[in-house]
């Protein structure tokens, strides 16, 4: 196995991986939509980056072609951004509210006012 | 000729009255273009269901692509039976939101809430009735972004940090389940689920199937809110209005549930070789510690929503160990509960609604007496409960019963006996209402509102009806299900 001709898998993962660390390391919750879309991106690659082949070209018949790259990843990725940008503008959307109800867009002080509250309706 | 084109209807239809609410805005036409919608579906569901029944499934090529190549939309007893239950819960959820909406939401918002229920209605009964892996995700994610519009619309600001919560909980639970569909796709070169069934059998290479089977599994666990992966679901059902609590706790987790049994009993159905991984034992033993745990958390809550939102994940562990039983009446026992939870569920977190707008608070400790002043709706609640124990007689001791016939004929009597016991800790949680509501005096300060205007009362009553109806007489929950474990379990089972 040639480590050189899967770098594409390597790039797939290392990015994967970093997108969900940002998501759990992070306490803000920007920072966090940043990770979740570096993930999703990663996804992109590892449909996309296969589909190629050296040489190919797009899959048009023509005689004096015979190699062609497979066009379907490409289509399912197309719809996997739109579902990607759809995640992001609601998420970015849901923090602006956020932003407006408890005046602050870190994961601990949202916690900690949302259990300052509970308590009080306890007592 | 337009009974040919059924399957496509089901999903186009609520998919289109979204964008025409949005067009109309006024709340009172939003209103009455989602019931059309959801009663329409309900019939739709229906015929399907019982065409499925006469002609055996249905398979229906999306702009006449031939399976594989196009998306096939494929109607078997079971995606029919999942298809029944959606609908019957929209169906039911509209005319109560009427007026619990309209008490809930600013009236300048409400279209916003209908046209996000009619999304999501679209999402949930696309993903039962797809037959593409890829198309799923798709649907999976119309559903899943409507839901966290939906979540958001809760009156307190906590329903704010639950939506963001769930969203990004959601959103890697559905990248999970891409790179599963990924890798199965690399390896067979196919989308549709039948097709990569076959496929499957003929690859070589195990890991990556392995892989796929775990990133599948994760992903869609997060879904259905499998132990551990459920943290999002108390607070999205706590928060969220009456009404969303109702319809998601009956519909979403449980038709994340059906796309597990789908993987698991269709696509991965020829691989053998992956029969011999610890999948079953894994996922036994994560229903066990849910089922348990959960049960027992739900047990000290103080707020009634919270204390039903961790009842469902010990209910959804229920559902998990039948499919981790992996015999015939264990299969049978976790779609049963599909259906039998659902409408159980359904009607208690209605019922709660109910009391959340006369009372204003559902708080056990601020709702001594309840009875005295809402004697059908405290009523209500306590024989949906029972239907939640398990009591015979009612929908949920149908299951119970094949849960328990299924770990003995397992010969793991000490399954059947965790059964039993945990109906106990359910028994416990629900007697905690009957004490409060019945036997405590009325509290000073409980408001005197009486009951909640018809609206919201019969489509609440009448689930409450079906609870004990579908414990009596089991012929579709049992007797339809039945017809789809036989599908199942001839594909094979994994």
Known sequence: MNIASHYAYAVTIFLMVAGVFIVIARGNLVK???GLSIFQTSVY?????????????APIVAPEFTVYSNPLPHVLILTAIVVGVATLALGLAIVVRIREAYDSIEEDEILAADQAEDERQRS | MIAEHLPALQVVVPLLSAPAIVLVRRHRAAWIIATVTSWAALAMAIVLAMRVADLGTISYAIGSWAPPWGIEYRVDALA???LVLVSLMGALAMPYAKVSIAAELP????????????LCL?????????????NLFVFLEISSLSTYVLIALGRRRQALSAAYQYLVMGTIGATFYVIGVGLLYLMTGTLNMADMAQRLAQVDELRPLIAALAFITVGIGLKLALFPLHQWLPNAYTHAPSVVTAFLAATATKVSVYVLIRFYFTVFAQTPRLHDLPFRELLMLLSVVAIVSMSLVALFQDEL????????VAQIGYITLGISLTSPSGLTAATTHLFNHGVTKGALFLLVGVVALRCGVTRLSQLSGLASRMPVTAFGIV????????????????TKWYLVRASLERGSWWLAALVVATSLIALGYVWRFVETAYLKEPDAELPRAGEAPLWMLIPALLLVASCVY??????FNVGYVGEAVRLLVRQGGA
């Open chain 1, 32 to 34: 966090k939509l940043i």
């Open chain 1, 45 to 57: 690659l590892l449909y996309i980056a296969p589909g190629k082949l050296i040489g190919g070209t």
């Open chain 2, 80 to 82: 029919a039976f999942v």
């Open chain 2, 107 to 118: 009236e300048e918002q409400e279209y916003l809430f209908y046209a996000m229920y009619c």
């Open chain 2, 122 to 134: 679209a999402g949930l009964l696309g993903i039962a009735i797809t037959g593409d892996a890829f």
């Open chain 2, 305 to 312: 929503k919270r204390m039903l939102a961790y009842s469902s």
């Open chain 2, 383 to 398: 024989l949906a409960g029972m239907s939640l124990i398990g009591v015979p007689g009612t929908a949920g001791f149908v």
């Open chain 2, 470 to 475: 579908f414990g009596l007489e089991t012929s």
